[in-house]
């Protein structure tokens, strides 16, 4: 979904000490607000993260390493938060932190996702999505990956999970929609857009927005990221 940046401008104004709390929502859309989360976020109370307000969680479920063997594993915590998520009466996606160098790389990480899910029965509400990211300070094995190959990956990332009758998504910054993807081939599929300034910078379509990593919410110890979903409404 596209949001209009005048239209945000002028009509939302977020209380950015107290996140939680909804001041407006952009026009024609209906905003809900949640959280990502992975092992890194430790043990988390649901019933009290529910009851603050928060209505949907975007999990980490499988992760690849950036060094040279590129080893795939779960989170150790992805499987027992998306139930415990779900149980509270959360809605519930997940995101794969992916290191793919190649389509092949790509298509391992959805089936292995994918393979979790449905060995554990558990049936998203919200996307797949593919969070492919750069590794800041380090050297990666996606160093050298092109834009080329970074967008045929989206791409068939996305393509599969729509034959496993699931919604894809995909993850990116201001600086992968601008060197690392090549939008024009990717308009068709929803976006997760990370941006934490006080509105999002982009010209581009998504239909979540992760606004800040800093959000305080109950039942988590320390910080969280926090997010948008906009769903349009007439």
């Known amino acids: 979904?596209?949001?209009?940046?005048?239209?945000?401008?002028?009509?939302?104004?977020?209380?950015?000490?107290?996140?939680?709390?909804?001041?407006?929502?952009?026009?024609?859309?209906?905003?809900?607000?949640?959280?990502?989360?992975?092992?890194?976020?430790g043990k988390i109370d649901w019933d009290k993260v529910k009851n603050a307000g928060i209505n949907f969680a975007i999990v980490r479920l499988v992760y690849r390493g950036y060094g040279k063997k590129g080893t795939l594993l779960?989170?150790?915590?992805?499987?027992?938060?998306?139930?415990?998520?779900?149980?509270?009466?959360?809605?519930?996606?997940?995101?794969?932190?992916?290191q793919a160098i190649n389509i092949e790389e790509t298509l391992e990480e959805a089936q292995f996702a994918i393979k979790l899910l449905n060995d554990n029965n558990i049936t998203l509400d919200l996307p797949l999505v593919y969070d492919p990211e750069t590794i800041r300070g380090a050297v990666a094995r996606t160093d050298n990956v092109t834009s080329e190959t970074f967008t045929n990956n989206a791409i068939a990332f996305s393509k599969y999970v729509l034959t496993q009758n699931m919604t894809p998504a995909i993850y990116a910054n201001m600086i992968w929609e601008d060197y690392y993807f090549d939008m024009a081939k990717l308009r068709e599929y929803d976006f997760w857009y990370a941006d934490y300034y006080d509105f999002p910078f982009t010209p581009y379509k998504y239909k979540f927005w992760q606004f800040t990593e800093k959000g305080i919410v109950s039942g988590i110890d320390g910080y969280v990221d926090l997010n948008m979903m906009l769903e349009e409404h007439y």
């Open 74 to 98: 779960e989170d150790q915590k992805g499987i027992e938060n998306l139930i415990n998520a779900k149980n509270a009466g959360l809605k519930i996606g997940a995101y794969i932190f992916s």
């Open 1 to 41: 979904m596209f949001l209009d940046q005048d239209a945000y401008a002028s009509d939302v104004v977020w209380d950015i000490e107290n996140p939680i709390s909804k001041k407006g929502s952009p026009l024609n859309y209906n905003v809900s607000i949640g959280i990502d989360v992975s092992k890194y976020n």
